[in-house]
């Protein structure tokens, strides 16, 4: 049976916000994409809050479709049977939500049978940027099978495709992922050579030499039948130095704070 799960902002949006605090003109620019600088006065803070109603992803500015382009559609809420308790919070039906599918056998979308979606999206130029705030939600439904693991959205910098096996030799994403029985874990892709030896040494930690490496693996649960709310925070290091942050809040709980990553 194909299984889908849903992601959204609790309840309103899929993205809830994505928060940016620019650079002083003094520092070198990095980015969750590569987009040339706006032009004038930058605000010290950007928000951009996905609508709460939309047919399509036209909002979201997707600047490039990875796979999966086909299988994702755009709901107005969940199916009550995909709640595994009566007392937890009920969706809305009234908010849309992206839902995304997972056909038994699937390992990515760009394989078949497909499975999830990939897509970038540039809703807001954060080409200044020295610290990035992203928050979503997510609802698996409470049959939902975890199997091995899957990726969730995040953010990323330098430019797309830090993925897949690619070196991240000159960029950094920051995704997430679920594995077996919905351990949760901040995915990175950043230069491996240029990490501090306690970011591996973490027992919570899975350094791999040909992908990614998995930061706090099992520090949250993902919870199927209920919705699951993670806020993460993306802070540049100063160029050269290991001194950049990621923070990770889930439900509101902090269970990621890191102050040593070296994303360029």
């Known amino acids: 049976e194909p299984t889908t ?52 992803l036209s909002s979201f500015r997707v600047a490039k479709y990875a796979g999966g382009k086909q299988i994702m559609k755009v709901v107005t809420g969940i199916p009550a049977k995909a709640t595994a308790d009566p007392s ?3 969706w809305d039906n009234a908010s849309s939500a992206l839902q995304l599918l997972f056909p038994e056998n699937s390992i990515d979308p760009a394989n078949e049978p497909q499975g999830g ?6 809703p807001i130029d954060i080409s200044e940027a020295r610290n990035v705030t992203l928050r979503y939600s997510v609802f698996f439904p409470a049959d939902f099978d975890w199997v091995l693991a899957g990726k969730l959205p995040g953010l990323y910098g330098g430019h797309t495709g830090c993925s897949g096996g690619n070196a991240a030799l000159d960029c950094f994403s920051t995704r997430l992922m679920w594995r077996q029985n919905g351990a949760g874990e901040l995915y990175l892709y950043a230069p491996k050579d240029k990490q501090t030896k306690d970011l591996c040494d973490d027992p919570q930690s899975v350094c791999d030499a040909a992908y990614g490496l998995s930061v706090g693996r099992g520090s949250f649960s993902w919870t199927a039948g209920s919705w699951t709310t993670v806020e993460q925070t993306v802070y540049l290091n100063t160029p050269g130095s290991q001194d950049g942050g990621f923070a990770l809040d889930v439900n509101g709980v902090r269970v990621l704070d890191r102050k040593d990553v070296f994303y360029r």
């Open 88 to 90: 937890l919070p009920q």
């Open 5 to 56: 799960i849903t992601v959204a902002a609790e309840p309103r949006t899929i993205t809830e916000f994505i928060t940016v605090t620019p650079s002083s003109s003094s520092a070198p620019p990095s980015t969750a994409s590569r987009s040339p600088p706006a032009v004038g006065i930058i605000p010290a803070k950007a928000v951009w809050i996905a609508p709460g109603n939309m047919s399509d």
């Open 117 to 122: 979606a990939d897509f970038y999206a540039t």
